[in-house]
């Protein structure tokens, strides 16, 4: 298979469709300046549901909104909503039936409007009163709206006197104004003090729990913010899933530590998540915390797994077959063979050695989507890596066991070094980045891996 058609394989995820689904996204993907934002992303939302969407910074959550509230149009894939083909409907009816709070949104709201006028104006999914009418039953249902957020106070007044968090409040009674079947909530929780927050939180989870509401997807970047009674999660990372599922499975400390590359401890009290960062220092007794979170890779399946330490062989097997597909062209394939040695080992040298190999791999992978920000980054990654391995001072001594002096590394080290010519792949990609105007094409990265001898 060429290397494009593994770029664009759908993450074989909860994504069988069924006739009552509420949303189904197959195999989406979205491209700004060439850049991947979305890619492989196959979802089903199903009624009755509840789903938060966390990833970090520029992972694609709030693209992908965007896509569920008919805003945006996809580069790639099909996207069906409440049973109507977007691209084939009138989308102005179809946002009649979902709730929409973003970022996004307001800044199309005329700042001049008065937060009835906001609220009230969803009825239709109008960014205006000009054009329709509204009863005095859609009044009244907008001030419910606005009492039930603690924003009735507010309604005579103007979106842009209002601060950053009552703007907030006034989005999501303007989201609900339309009996939704579909509620789209973006990072409603940014810029509300502490007090505000908890009450959004408790207000989520009241809707959660009811069974008249609506499909819920709230997006956050906090998981103190899930408020109870969801059900689901999608975690992203770089634009694709990471981790999908029922909230127990797809939310763990595994899943959120590789999601956002550091290590985190996961706890659940009273139905509410409690995360927090583990410090990678050793202890004072100069043994590592076992509270540190196993790592995690994704597997062929596309679900996020917990990794222990692997046996050498199995280690070197990887490295085989990850340099076999990257001979082949096959950057995807070999960043996913590799991942599992450099995961399975604690041995500082070895990982900086497969995480090179990784990054070399990844910038391979970018380069065929045309991302030449992607494949800068991680050569310059692989550099900082492979630098490291050839810089080791025991380095020389890897390759000769029966050296006497000083500290030798473990057979597996060895075994690697002899298939890897460290100093020559160093090389092709310092060439690499210093090469006028810029990259390589993607077919030069199969020579960018040197075999030793």
């Known amino acids: 298979?060429?290397?494009?058609?593994?770029?664009?394989?759908?993450?074989?995820?909860?994504?069988?469709?069924?006739?009552?689904?509420?949303?189904?996204?197959?195999?989406?993907?979205?491209?700004?300046?060439?850049?991947?934002?979305?890619?492989?992303i196959d979802w089903t939302i199903r009624p009755g549901e509840r789903w938060v969407v966390l990833g970090p910074n520029g992972s694609g959550k709030t693209t992908l909104l965007e896509i569920l509230s008919t805003y945006l149009y996809p580069?790639?894939?099909?996207?069906?909503?409440?049973?109507?083909?977007?691209?084939?409907?009138?989308?102005?009816?179809?946002r009649r039936r979902i709730g929409y709070a973003s970022a996004h949104l307001a800044r199309m709201l005329d700042s001049r409007l008065?937060?009835?006028?906001?609220?009230?104006?969803?009825?239709?999914?109008?960014?205006?009163?000009?054009?329709?009418?509204?009863?005095?039953?859609?009044?009244?249902?907008?001030?419910?709206?606005?009492?039930?957020?603690?924003?009735?106070?507010?309604?005579?007044?103007?979106?842009?006197?209002?601060?950053e968090g009552e703007r907030q409040r006034v989005q999501i009674a303007r989201a609900l104004m339309?009996?939704?079947?579909?509620?789209?909530?973006?990072?409603?929780s940014a810029g509300l003090d502490l007090g505000a927050r908890e009450r959004l939180v408790r207000r989520?989870?009241?809707?959660?729990?009811?069974?008249?509401?609506?499909?819920?997807?709230?997006?956050?970047?906090?998981v103190e913010e899930i408020p109870r009674h969801f059900t689901h999660a999608l975690l992203l990372r770089e634009g694709r899933p990471f981790a999908l599922g029922p909230i127990n499975e797809a939310l763990t400390e595994a899943t959120l530590s590789g999601c956002f590359e550091l290590p985190i401890t996961l706890e659940r009290r009273g139905g509410r998540f409690v995360a927090r960062g583990v410090d990678r220092r050793p202890a004072a007794d100069g043994r590592r915390s076992d509270a540190e979170p196993r790592r995690v890779v994704v597997g062929a399946d596309g679900r996020?797994?917990?990794?222990?330490?692997?046996?050498?062989?199995?280690?070197?097997?990887?490295?085989?077959?990850?340099?076999?597909?990257?001979?082949a062209g096959e950057y995807f394939e070999a960043h996913e063979l590799?991942?599992?040695?450099?995961?399975?080992?604690?041995?500082?040298?070895?990982?900086?050695?497969?995480?090179?190999?990784?990054?070399?791999?990844?910038?391979?992978v970018h380069a065929w989507r045309r991302n030449p920000q992607g494949v800068r980054?991680?050569?310059?990654?692989?550099?900082?890596?492979?630098?490291?391995?050839?810089?080791?001072?025991?380095?020389?001594?890897?390759?000769?066991?029966?050296?006497?002096?000083?500290?030798?590394?473990?057979?597996?080290?060895?075994?690697?070094?002899?298939?890897?010519?460290?100093?020559?792949?160093?090389?092709?990609?310092?060439?690499?980045?210093?090469r006028p105007p810029g990259l390589p094409l993607p077919e030069d990265f199969r020579r960018a891996i040197r075999r030793a001898g």
């Open 1 to 40: 298979m060429p290397p494009m058609a593994r770029l664009q394989r759908p993450v074989p995820v909860d994504a069988h469709v069924t006739p009552d689904a509420v949303a189904v996204l197959s195999g989406v993907g979205v491209v700004r300046d060439g850049r991947w934002i979305l890619s492989g």
């Open 75 to 94: 580069s790639a894939g099909t996207v069906t909503i409440l049973g109507e083909r977007h691209g084939h409907t009138d989308v102005r009816l179809l």
């Open 114 to 163: 008065t937060a009835l006028e906001a609220v009230v104006t969803a009825r239709t999914a109008a960014l205006h009163p000009w054009w329709d009418r509204f009863t005095p039953a859609d009044v009244r249902r907008a001030r419910d709206l606005l009492r039930g957020v603690g924003s009735e106070q507010f309604a005579g007044h103007t979106l842009g006197t209002l601060s």
């Open 178 to 188: 339309s009996r939704p079947e579909l509620l789209l909530l973006d990072e409603v």
């Open 204 to 222: 989520l989870s009241a809707l959660a729990a009811d069974p008249a509401s609506p499909v819920i997807v709230f997006v956050t970047h906090h």
């Open 304 to 327: 996020a797994k917990a990794l222990r330490p692997i046996p050498p062989r199995r280690r070197i097997a990887a490295l085989d077959a990850g340099l076999s597909a990257f001979a």
């Open 338 to 364: 590799l991942e599992p040695a450099w995961m399975g080992t604690r041995d500082p040298v070895e990982r900086d050695l497969y995480q090179g190999l990784i990054k070399v791999a990844a910038a391979g």
């Open 377 to 434: 980054k991680n050569l310059e990654g692989a550099r900082q890596r492979l630098a490291a391995v050839a810089s080791d001072p025991a380095l020389s001594r890897a390759a000769a066991p029966s050296d006497p002096h000083g500290p030798r590394r473990p057979a597996a080290l060895r075994s690697a070094l002899a298939r890897v010519d460290v100093a020559a792949t160093l090389r092709w990609v310092e060439d690499a980045l210093s």
